[in-house]
């Protein structure tokens, strides 16, 4: 089963910040508009195991109160004030903008012979889905956005083409939130049915092979109020008939035994089989359930169902299933199993586990196309389905892969490549020629022959070998004094490759230095380097980007005046942990929609699918790990920390905005000196997926000027301009 990543979004100007200087940073100033705006505590403690936990910023945990939102309110204006004083955004929000504005693809597939694609022309809200019926045909507008609200902050979240090509089902997300309403339109006539679901969560469309409707997974109406806040759980699976209302939707499934399963349908090629991929939280081991759905009486029956292994289902001859797992082959293998002998003997290995993560298969021209992780970068091979080794596809060099969309009977597909200082480039592949052309290339105001990416190797804490990727302007001098800027996930079996953004050229234009670790956690090397960072072992993450920090510093690309370090999500917690911990490695610090309270995270929406990766501390010995490193839980009064921005969304429904708003609160009331402690809280934002353009170009202007104002990074009045 593919895990489909967000488009990547470019970059391109012309005005540019050549004249960029470094001075040093005024550690005497203090944040501007003054005292830190009050926050109330109250007398709230809890009791872990023993051990007295206070929790006095409890009341910012609801998000709607009128004191909540006061809060933000207030929180919000002195973060702007302080903003406005930077000269830089201004330079910073220009430049951004005229390289994020120009034409992007994303990768193209078909269904039913047409090709369908997203296109943002450069600075529309949101991309928009086009089709086309021929390779020459004239593409046509299919579902635009950008029409559903005025501000950009509906966004389409899943899309699913009928066998027929006949119709869309397609999901919407509102201001940012996990919640989907789904709708199908007309493809002919442009038009939507009367059909509307509601409530749907983690889950796509799963036509039947008839064309009359879909499988789908939702959970019930949440209490009033309680949408973004109450956790989701008793995930159930439907079948939608084109046409009728989501009352009368016909349960297919659900296990009311079992509330933390999750659904996520499947329809085989041939149309006979629903494959049920369940799963438990964030856990990368799933089941396997099968329904045969021309059998007189069809039943979900389990097929794999010890949860011991990762099991992905990539496609099937008859009564033959093909599953790529990690049974016995940590890093990922393809196997073959006869659902009608399905006894674990009977089994049979079709590709072995290699040196390298196996990441997906795709099952196109009747050959599966799979993608490797190599030292955390692409590599893609073909093999006929009997295992048989055929080619390798070429790259342009070490970046990302993304796309290989198609069906079995396709003999061309189309991916993306980019890498750190290239954009993403669209790729048609042939399979009868073996030959990959140039489809589309994005044309950028900038050289990337300007900048170099290398890829190293450090020991951290305990010796254990982690690779980084540094990338900045072609000749740096490693004078220990280049701005720096670390960026981190490591968690959840994610992998971390090297990819463009607009974000990170324009922090390299003014000179800056990127650099990105592959920490144990992710999913770069196989199961045992992501158990490596989880549960008990989690503080191993913290140490790798730690010594990530110090491996730049003894390599003279900088030192701790010019360091920043940034995460999102689980990213946010790495950094919020760090920043805690060694508060003196760094001069500046972004978490942004942060897990920050790790004895609280499971009580909030999907929180506790993550237990598989932190554990919770309703366990003891979990809870000592949780409290051990716990970011909220680490600030300590009178400490001096770095000048950290929170950045969150106040329709966050993954992680809750509760968690920013308690950590900024403690860490404006722990910090000593003037170092700004400030909280950037969205307006309709949630944790990232379908932000609008122009906010995301808003929010990337006050970032990197709050982190070039705590680096000391100046733009000369006399700032050249170039291209």
């Not at 009564?319 to 293998?333: I, M, P, Q, S």
């Not at 730049?552 to 790495?574: D, E, H, K, V």
């Not at 997926?689 to 100046?714: M, N, Q, Y």
Request: proline share 5%.
């Amino acid at each position: 089963m593919r895990k489909l990543a967000g488009v990547v979004l470019g970059v391109a100007l012309s005005t540019t910040l050549m004249g960029a200087k470094l001075t040093e940073p005024d550690l005497k100033e203090k944040p501007a508009g003054g005292t830190y705006p009050s926050t109330r505590q109250e007398p709230v403690v809890d009791q872990y195991h023993g051990v007295s936990v206070p929790d006095p910023y409890r009341w910012l945990e609801q998000g709607d109160s009128q004191a909540t939102r006061d809060w933000i309110a207030t929180q919000n204006q002195f973060t702007q004030a302080h903003l406005r004083t930077i000269g830089l955004r201004a330079h910073i929000l220009q430049r951004v903008t005229r390289l994020w504005n120009y034409e992007r693809l994303g990768v193209p597939f078909r269904r039913a012979g047409n090709q369908f694609f997203y296109k943002n022309t450069g600075l529309q809200n949101q991309s928009v889905l086009y089709m086309r019926t021929a390779p020459d045909a004239e593409a046509k507008v299919l579902l635009d956005p950008n029409t559903l609200s005025k501000d950009g902050t509906v966004a389409l979240s899943g899309t699913s083409i009928s066998p027929d090509g006949r119709y869309v089902a397609y999901g919407t997300s509102n201001g940012g939130s996990d919640w989907q309403q789904w709708r199908v339109r007309d493809i002919a006539s442009g038009k939507d049915l009367s059909d509307t679901l509601d409530w749907i969560k983690f889950s796509g469309a799963a036509w039947h092979k008839d064309n009359q409707g879909f499988y789908y997974a939702r959970y019930e109406k949440p209490i009033k109020d309680q949408a973004l806040q109450a956790i989701n759980a008793n995930q159930k699976l439907y079948f939608h008939r084109i046409g009728t209302p989501q009352s009368a939707d016909v349960l297919v499934y659900a296990r009311p035994d079992q509330p933390q399963w999750g659904f996520a349908p499947r329809l085989s090629e041939d149309g006979r089989y629903l494959v049920l991929h369940i799963t438990h939280g964030t856990d990368p081991n799933n089941r396997i359930y099968v329904m045969d759905l021309h059998a007189k009486q069809s039943v979900m029956q389990p097929l794999l169902d010890a949860q011991d292994a990762a099991y992905d289902f990539i496609g099937n001859q008859g009564t033959v299933f093909w599953f790529k797992t990690t049974l016995d082959a940590e890093r990922g293998r393809v196997i073959a199993v006869d659902i009608n002998q399905s006894d674990r003997k009977h089994w049979r290995e079709l590709i072995p586990q290699n040196a390298d993560n196996l990441e997906n298969v795709d099952w196109i021209n009747q050959q599966f196309v799979l993608t490797y992780l190599h030292n955390a970068h692409h590599r893609v091979a073909i093999h006929e389905t009997d295992g048989r080794f055929v080619r390798e596809v070429p790259l342009p060099g070490i970046g990302s892969v993304s796309g290989f969309y198609g069906e079995p009977g396709d003999t061309e597909t189309w991916f993306a490549f980019s890498g750190m200082a290239l954009p993403q480039v669209i790729y048609h592949y042939d399979f009868k020629t073996a030959a990959a052309r140039v489809e589309q290339k994005p044309t950028l105001a900038f050289n990337p022959d300007d900048y170099e990416t290398k890829q190293v190797w450090y020991a951290s804490k305990d010796g254990t070998r982690v690779p980084m990727f540094i990338a900045h302007r072609r000749g740096l001098e490693l004078n220990g004094d280049n701005p720096t800027f670390l960026y981190g996930y490591g968690g959840f079996n994610i992998a971390l490759t090297p990819s463009f953004s607009v974000s990170d050229l324009v922090w390299m234009e003014m000179g800056g230095v990127y650099a990105m670790p592959n920490l144990r956690g992710g999913g770069e090397f196989g199961e045992q380097w992501h158990r490596a960072g989880t549960k008990l072992q989690k503080q191993n993450v913290f140490d790798d980007f730690i010594a990530a920090a110090e491996y730049l510093i003894a390599n003279r690309y900088t030192n701790s005046r010019r360091l920043a370090i940034g995460g999102a999500s689980n990213g946010g917690l790495l950094v919020g942990a760090c920043l805690t911990q060694r508060p003196d490695l760094f001069a500046a610090a972004v978490p942004k929609v942060g897990v920050l309270d790790m004895l609280r995270y499971h009580k909030f929406t999907i929180g506790w699918g993550w237990a598989p990766d932190y554990g919770t501390a309703d366990d003891p010995e979990e809870f000592k790990a949780l409290y051990a490193y716990s970011p909220l839980h680490r600030v300590r009064p009178g400490t001096e920390y770095p000048a950290t921005l929170i950045v969150t969304g106040d329709h966050d429904d993954r992680v809750v905005p509760a968690h920013s708003f308690k950590f900024a609160a403690t860490l404006q009331a722990a910090q000593k000196g003037s170092k700004p402690i400030l909280i950037r809280i969205g307006h309709k934002a949630g944790h990232g997926a379908g932000k609008p353009t122009a906010r995301i170009i808003e929010e990337l202007s006050d970032i990197w000027a709050f982190v070039c104002h705590a680096l000391g990074v100046t733009v000369k009045e006399d700032a050249s301009v170039s291209h």
